[in-house]
């Protein structure tokens, strides 16, 4: 039996122990609150106000886009959009019905929406409807205690001044898609997410970069449903939570002047064409305008399915840039290059004169001019001032084709312009080799003749004419096209310049380009030149007219009316010219669908678009030239006048001496 000192011995140990293991208790407890309280304090602190916090993305302002002369062509403008935070959700199927009733919603079309995100994390928002009324922003703010989860968030869209006036020059921006998102990552190396919007045509894809900013970010306490309840701002009880403001994009200063681009666009009313204007002595884009067109502020809004299947299904794809990527043959307009390599080859010489009937034959195919009865002897300065087609079948027996392709290149046909705009075409100058690849045959003589004449396979854009004639006109220097002066900050640093760049002087002689510009200056300045009704006043331009044929045509349909065929058999109608003939500023190219004749329909757009340039930036030169043609205007009219009244006279004594006769013999 124990003795009680044995029992208290055996309970003591017992007793230590379990004090032991009490106070051991307590010192991992003391422990762990004082390295949760003390040591790691602030950090759960922080973590524990981030319950209360929600993090919102404060979107960049894309930079503006101004003319040469600083007009603001693309501005920003606040856009509403309904939201849904799904983490917030609460009472989904009442929400959902109050938020369809809001803005006219079938409630399965907003289901299908979150459905459709419901791969991303649910802290992040889903725009239900973009580009809200501001009656159903106020509705959504009023009710916003009854629609947990549900919010208005602010986008700064971009609205384009002129709408459809130059917008596939400008471009338009969209929501990033799902399939670009790691194209446009791995091409661009900048980390876009999917909501991001980004350029996706014209100068806002090319200096998206520049235009887009950098977006920042706000911390803003919320209550249990995710609703707002006022900004944070850095200080002693939110320290580590750091605010973060958006940078706005830069500024583009463009070379396109905005009156040029919406006399073009007027220029162009009612008709389905593209025209083109560049300052000969840089290279400087100064209108750039095709039609119809689109209008870039309802991408920016927000696309609606009903505008995006009107553009998608309109056969005259109004999304196409007809100035570089739609290619033409030049028609006529070519005939400057093929007399430029043949003055230069020597095979003619400019005075030198051919007999030029209405036909021309070669082996058994007969080539018809576009003048039944033909011109008779006929130079160089003829065969543009007419536009003389038989002239020209003649050169081509001599002129190899190579040759011809070597000088069209030389003023930048067959080759892409590197205009800084995506998906421009090159257009074609054929060779011998060129067909034996692509066709597998060799060069027939007869291909030679249609080629002379701007048709066949030459194939040519609206800007490579442009260009061309401005090479002319320069007398040889092949610019590249420059379409953005400068780039610049929102406290107007410049951040980038660009400057004109040469790409070749042309080989060719001073006389023979001296002899094709006598000939242009016909064209238009002379009686009997095929754009002489078209001339206007003051500007004093040269140019070349040329009618682009679509089809093959018989002999009955090549001297029917144009304007009796079927509108898509219409031939194509092209005009370039440059400006003031003895001191160039600017060249035009115009190219009218279907308009049936370079001078009646393509030649009014040019003339009105160097009539708007001289005026507004050389108004000395003319008003010069305008008051000298005013004096030989009414000199001709007077002399006109002279001889109806000789005439008149002329009749009259005639018909005195008709009666003196009759009475005699009476």
């Known amino acids: 039996m124990f003795s009680e000192d044995d029992i208290v011995r055996q309970h003591k140990h017992r007793a230590d122990f379990i004090g032991n293991v009490i106070i051991f208790s307590f010192i991992i407890i003391i422990s762990r609150l004082w390295y949760l309280q003390i040591y790691q304090g602030d950090q759960f602190h922080l973590f524990s106000i981030e319950n209360s916090l929600r993090k919102e993305i404060i979107k960049a302002p894309r930079g503006m886009i101004y003319s040469r002369n600083n007009e603001m062509l693309i501005n920003n403008i606040p856009r509403f959009d309904a939201i849904v935070v799904p983490q917030y959700l609460k009472r989904r199927k009442t929400t959902l019905e109050k938020l369809s009733k809001i803005l006219s919603m079938e409630m399965s079309e907003i289901k299908k929406i979150l459905k459709k995100n419901r791969g991303q994390a649910r802290y992040r928002p889903v725009i239900i409807k973009k580009n809200i009324s501001l009656k159903e922003v106020a509705v959504i703010e009023t009710e916003n205690n009854k629609m947990p989860g549900v919010q208005v968030q602010t986008f ?4 384009y001044r002129d709408k459809e006036v130059g917008a596939h020059l400008l471009g338009y921006i969209s929501e990033i ?7 446009y990552k791995k091409r661009d190396n900048y980390d876009y997410k999917l909501g991001d919007w980004i ?43 750091e605010n973060k403001s958006s940078t706005p994009g830069n500024n583009i200063r463009l070379t396109v002047d905005r009156d040029l681009q919406i006399e073009g666009y007027k220029s162009l009313e009612g008709k389905v064409g593209a025209v083109v204007a560049v300052d000969v002595n840089s290279g400087e884009i100064l209108t750039m305008v095709s039609r119809p067109a689109f209008d870039p502020t309802q991408f920016s809004k927000g696309l609606t399915a009903e505008y995006w299947n009107e553009l998608r299904n309109n056969e005259l794809n109004p999304l196409r840039d007809r100035v570089i990527q739609e290619h033409y043959s030049p028609g006529s307009t070519f005939k400057t290059f093929t007399a430029i390599a043949a003055l230069d ?13 209405g036909t021309f034959r070669l082996g058994r195919r007969v080539f018809h001019d576009w003048k039944k009865s033909g011109h008779g002897m006929t130079d160089v300065y003829k065969s543009l001032k007419r536009s003389v087609d038989v002239y020209y079948y003649n050169i081509a027996t001599k002129l190899d084709i190579d040759v011809l392709a070597r000088y069209a290149r030389m003023f930048g046909f067959g080759t892409k312009t590197g205009v800084t705009l995506s998906r421009e075409t090159r257009g074609l100058i054929p060779t011998k080799e060129w067909k034996r690849k692509a066709r597998g045959e060799e060069w027939q003589l007869g291909e030679t003749l249609s080629c002379v004449i701007g048709q066949s396979y030459i194939l040519s854009t609206p800007l490579q004419l442009a260009l061309s004639y401005a090479t002319i006109a320069n007398n040889g220097t092949l610019y590249k096209p420059l379409l953005v002066k400068e780039i610049f900050s929102n406290n107007g640093e410049i951040v980038k310049t660009f400057k004109p760049e040469k790409v070749s002087e042309v080989e060719v002689t001073q006389p023979t380009l001296d002899a094709v510009k006598k000939g242009l200056y016909q064209v238009v300045n002379e009686k009997g030149g095929t754009a002489w009704w078209y001339r206007g006043r003051g500007i004093q331009m040269a140019g070349k007219s040329g009618t682009s044929q ?3 045509m018989s002999k009955k349909e090549l001297f029917a009316k144009c304007v009796d065929m079927p509108y898509k058999d219409r031939h194509h109608g092209i005009f370039v010219a440059y400006a003031p003939f003895d001191d160039p500023k ?5 190219v009218v669908e279907h308009g049936c004749s370079g001078s009646g329909s393509a030649a009014p757009i040019v003339r009105n678009v160097i009539t708007t340039f001289m005026k507004k930036y050389h108004k000395d030169i003319y008003d010069k030239n305008y008051e000298k043609e005013k004096i030989a205007y009414l000199k001709e009219l007077r002399r006109i006048e002279k001889a109806k009244k000789k005439l008149e006279k002329e009749k009259e004594k005639e018909e005195e001496n008709a009666t003196v006769e009759r009475l005699e013999s009476e």
Do not use: H, W, Y
């Open 199 to 241: 350029g996706q045509s014209g100068i806002e894809e090319k200096f998206d970069l520049f235009l887009r900013g950098e977006d920042g970010f706000e911390f803003v306490e919320v209550d249990a449903r995710g609703r707002r309840r006022r900004g944070i701002k850095s200080n002693s009880l939110f320290k580590g939570i």
């Open 345 to 357: 080859e020597k095979i003619i010489t400019a005075d030198e004169e051919i007999m030029c009937r």
């Open 156 to 159: 700064i869209s971009r609205e």
């Open 177 to 183: 898609s799902q399939n670009q998102l790691p194209r």
């Open 586 to 590: 600017i060249a035009v190219a115009a």
């Open 550 to 552: 679509v089809r093959s």
